[in-house]
């Protein structure tokens, strides 16, 4: 087992395995055992071969052992979602669709992880195809929210902010499309980041809305969150989306960020749907940075309102299409048929129901006579939601806000009613509309015990500023964040 | 009431490339059945699409050929259906705006009249792969070696007027293609693939007849046999006072006729949207000039420059415009020195002829150009004549000597050399006794004979001019 | 969206639906389009669609090919491949 210094902190993790005071091998136990001692009850992961982990435990100790211990992550497990490929695991996005599919290559941000060392501990329970804010929509079972079991851990990467809320990994890797990093986080006391669009590769992402995915690093500290960053950010040529430039760790380590910041905070985030408690916790975190040096800038963004439906007519229309590909025929489970129709059919009746309504939203928003009135106004609105942000950052440095409207909501409360789903999206659906960075990090309680996450916004390539912001909030909330010992609320 | 027909073709081209339009793999034609193929291009899950720059260059160069405007930045866009051969479940191409648009193609209608016709549009996409449906089998198998492989549709517009200037305006643009580098063209090995749109009406009548799209023409033959069946079907249709049906139809090659391809009504929502994996490309100005000047010299200004320049007849121009190859290979065998008319006279006649026996083609020619100018100059030297210039090139071709090393193996360089050629003749002529008496004797005639004892005598290496020279010095004139 | 728009678009989606899946998609889709709806009190006359971030542009890639090592293993994966070729149920041409 690994002492309480070195679980709270994957950086010191990885610096005591290179000081080797603790082996790779040790640290991989140490999980697999959370795991099988918590996993029962949290539902986080859907793959995990212990083998396959102390395997790479005991190669990276034999290299250590030669005197090689280069890599920023060396001998720190990694929980991945598993809509991220990883070569030797199965990767389903928590889909029937896709049982038993071995992916025949790594994501890029894989590769990167595998390359400084870090042990690919497992893979993580996601809504299916990343579609969904709760997990519930997973194909196999929900996660929950380590909080409290009754509750969700948020989605679609729940299981990755479950996994490493309870202490059963010290760092995830998610994936945002429309908060689906930053909700989970904030609902289990984490913190999440969703990079600039392009910052990180997609290559390897399995796809759900193109020109909104980004994968996210979790952690439970900003420090830890910026050593993920720092080696899975980069330029990748297999991505035409992926930018130039890459993440600058040591400004997103830089002290002074609050000093003479412009806060903006707009109004429209506050509205009274907001539950109190967060407002609350919120508000506190605008007193700290103030009392810090810096500057509240009140400013109403009027368009925040429309995000939601113009995030869901670009995902649906991009997903209709991005799921095309899911048809039996070159992988994935299938039937035997006699006839070609039939094969489709019987194929893509293991997809969920949200994934099937998701698509067949999309179909239609695509199709002849209605491409004008739906697809076409989606992007026209959204090229204004980013000209709205842009007026804003003219006038302010980062946005600050909450999270989500309320916190972690009971299994089951809102999987009936989609609509009612749709709007835990209210505050993190803007960002990936204008491609901008977004960041969530733990700035309370409830009263209940329910973790609270306030939300940093900022402009294209903003990243390490963003880190270097919440890291200085982070240091004067001082609040308590090690993994939990064990889940609660079972 | 008479009708006239009008005829559109959409040209599907592979491009010349490497690789394939969006993944590394190579692009070649055959191959083991997907032996081609990666994960991108067989839409394993995570893939994306990365554009291939000399796709787009071809693509260029196709565009200033057929004198089109060009678009400085373009998109792609995703094509919607389902299909076995496309692993996506949707096409990367352009729909709404496309590359390049509204060139034209002049092309000779028939002999000695000219007519322009107007290219609406070309834009790039990639193939699908190949479906195959053997007979017997209760399934059917899928070749994804081509899916990804980068293609340019070219479509014109209805300005054609019968079968054969289809055929004429096919074989133009084919040409116009080869000649710009852009794609081999090959109709055998699908890196030319041809569909149809055809109608009739009432002869004058400005608006068009419903259009018939007729696909699965796969030869040059065929083309004609297509449309003539697909005229001659629809103006039966009207003459019998009935609609001609929008719809598609597949040209059967074993009956010679076109049948129609069953399609459910929807299945034509391809609901086309801008590909959110590919962000707007720059091609800019710069890279459309740049491609212009690249641009190699077309046929038809070939032709007007071999004529005009060089004084050839318009046949020789056209023989040696047929294939870019056989323009590039006389160009440079001129730019080596050797005349015109000369290079004209020994490509046409000896090296064509060598290919069309041996089934050779021209790229796979053993000389150089340089090497032609060789031969021809020993022979204007007296080195070699002209018979054995003949014998001395087809060993060049066949392997690849240069003319001198390709003359000494033969042993037919010619003697020039008085003194080498004296012995011979006096032996000759000390043979030939009868031979000569005649000659004395006032039988002009029987100096040839004597000229073909002494060619026997060398071999045929002698040079015919000096034997006779050396003869005339030894007998004096005839009778005296 | 009515029961038959709903199977219309299962259709061109390749996704077939019971009855019972049917009328329940029909109306909850119909709930959401409605949502929708409030896209239109946005003005947007004169404003260029967005697909990505405005500034962004796709790089070329050199025409190098660079076989991937390992294709017939990605055949392989497929259901009872037919030796080199994927097999699919036959076609109605």
Known sequence: MLPADLTRSATALAAAVRARRVTARTAADHYLGRIAAHDDAVRAFLHVDPAVVRAQADALDARIARGDTAGALLGVPVAIKDNLCTTGQPTTCASKILADYRPPYDAHVVERIRAEGGVILGKTNLDEFAMGASTENSGVAASRNPHDLKRVPGGSSGGSAAAVAAGLAPLALGSDTGGSVRQPAALCGIVGHRPTYGALSRHGLIAFASSLDQVGPMALNLEDCTLLMAVIAGHDSRDSTSRPGGFDAAAARRDDALSGLRIGVPAEYHSDALDPEVRAAVRQLEDLAVGAGARLVPLSMPLTPYAIPTYYLVVTSEASSNLARFDGIRYGPRDEQQELAASYATTRRRFGDEVKRRIMLGTYALSAGYYDAYYKKALQVRARIGEEFARAFARCDVLLGPTTPTPAFPLGEKSDDPVQMYLCDVFTAPAPLAGLPALSMPCGKSKAGLPIGAQLQGPTGADARLFAVARALERRLALDLSPLEAPRGA | MELEPTIGLEVHCQLATRSKLFCRCPADFGGLPNSRTCPVCTAQPGTLPVLNQRALELALAAGHALRCTIRETIKFDRKNYFYPDLPKGYQISQFDQPLCEWGELEFEAEKGRSKVAKIRRIHLEEDAGKALHPDGLACSLVDLNRAGVPLIEIVGMPDLASPSEASAYLQALRRTLRFAGVSECDMEKGSLRCDANVSVRPKGQPELGTKVEVKNINSFRNVERALMFEIARQSEVVARGEKVVQETRSFRDSEGTTVSMRRKEDAHDYRYFPDPDLPLFDVGRARIDAARAALPEGFAARRRRYQGDWGLSEYDARVLTEEPAIAGFFDATVAAGLAPKAAANWIQGEVLAFLGETRGEFEQLRIAPAALHALVRMEEQGELSHQAAKKVLRRMLETGDSAAAAAQALDLVQIRDSGALAGTIDAVLAAEAKIVGDYKGGKETALNALLGRAMKATKGKGDPNLIKQLLLEKLGKPGG | ?93
């Open chain 3, 1 to 93: 969206m009515d029961v038959r728009e709903a199977e219309k678009i299962a259709g061109l989606a390749r996704l077939s639906l019971d009855a019972a899946e049917r009328s329940r998609f029909a109306g909850q889709l119909t709930a959401i389009l409605g949502y929708f709806e409030k896209l239109r009190e946005v003005p947007t006359e004169g404003v260029a669609p967005a697909s990505h971030p405005a500034d962004m542009r796709s790089p070329l890639r050199a025409d190098d090919p660079a076989p991937f090592a390992t294709p017939l293993e990605l055949v392989a994966r497929s259901h009872r491949p037919e030796g080199e070729l994927y097999r699919v149920p036959r076609v109605l041409e």
